[in-house]
């Protein structure tokens, strides 16, 4: 699933199922009574999710740790042609683990913004455990499974590096995140994370002119003389909804391959439908129309000393 962000790139929502593999309570039981199938699930966990640098001289267990500022002149990551695997080539290895921790480093590298704090209750402070990201700062010399709950926590030598997979990295370039959806309860909360995304799409302009046109319907039946126009009061209407539209579709999210789409004359939207074009002068001719009728009941208000 591909969605647009607040500042206009896109971004994917990935599930990937694993053929084969065992139900929750199956997995429970064989992680309480195998140590060695215990052993092999961790060994497989931390080879696909890793949560620290590929150089394990490199990594911090200081919370404090800063990123490292790229250095004027170089570079940027992303641009970097990757290492090419050759037959026979012994150094391929050590150079794909360079490279990988240089877009770590610029793209998985934890740092708190606004955003990890957005759901935050009243009370709460902005501090690293309440992250909503999960990045409190904390590391995990090894893999840990609770005895009781069963609950998986991975290990992590780093604390600021979000987990990712090295090849996804490799080959994409970008920040990402993973997580093993392995019990009921994390598939759970996955689905109801899914389905929040999926729900959200923005409200369009037409819903929005809809809801307002109802609002101020049922502002009028309730304070009759709301809609009494003062002697210069024509204009202010106008206005008022000229300044709804706008914000209306100032705060539209437009993504960058829209823009780019439009410019090149690809269109802005795909659909398999026709629509008439909504002329806005009409619009206020209307308006103007409408507070210029004799017809309309007039409510005569008395004043009072």
């Not at 052993?39 to 590929?54: H, Q, S, Y």
């Not at 997979?165 to 309860?185: A, E, R, T």
């Not at 996955?190 to 609002?215: C, N, R």
């Not at 209407?237 to 690809?266: K, W």
């Amino acid at each position: 699933m591909v969605e647009t962000q607040g500042k206009g790139t896109l971004h994917a929502h990935g599930l990937i199922w694993l053929e084969g593999h065992l139900s929750p309570q199956s997995l429970r039981d064989r992680l309480a009574e195998s140590d060695v199938f215990k052993a092999k699930m961790i060994g497989w966990l931390e080879n696909t999710i890793r949560c620290e640098l590929m150089d394990p001289e490199c990594n911090t267990l200081s919370r404090t740790a800063k990123k490292p500022k790229q250095i004027v002149g170089d570079p940027h990551p992303g641009t970097i042609p990757a290492p090419v695997l050759v037959p026979g080539d012994v150094n391929f290895e050590r150079e794909f683990a360079k490279f990988v921790d240089q877009l770590l480093r610029e793209y998985n590298w934890h740092m708190h913004q606004s955003s990890c704090w957005k759901y935050l209750r009243r009370g709460e402070s902005m501090t690293d455990e309440n992250c909503r990201m999960g990045m409190t700062g904390e590391t995990n010399p090894e893999t840990v499974v609770d005895p009781e709950t069963f609950v998986i926590s991975l290990r992590r030598l780093h604390p600021h590096i979000a987990n990712y997979n090295d090849l996804v990295v490799f080959l994409l370039k970008c920040n990402m995140d993973i997580k093993f959806v392995g019990s009921g309860q994390a598939a759970k909360a996955f689905l109801y994370y899914i389905t929040d995304y999926i729900t959200k799409p923005p409200l369009p302009l037409h819903v929005g002119l809809a809801a307002l046109i109802h609002a101020v319907s049922v502002a009028n039946t309730k304070f009759p003389g709301l809609s009494e126009p003062a002697e210069s009061g024509q204009d202010n209407y106008v206005g008022a909804i000229t300044s709804t539209v706008n914000s209306m579709m100032a705060h539209q999210e437009i993504s960058h391959p829209q823009v780019l789409s439009y410019l090149i004359g690809g269109g802005d939207h795909y659909t398999s439908d026709i629509f008439t074009v909504l002329w806005w002068g009409v619009v206020r001719r209307y308006v103007d129309s409408f507070f210029q009728r004799t017809d309309l009941p007039r409510v005569e208000v008395e004043s009072v000393d």
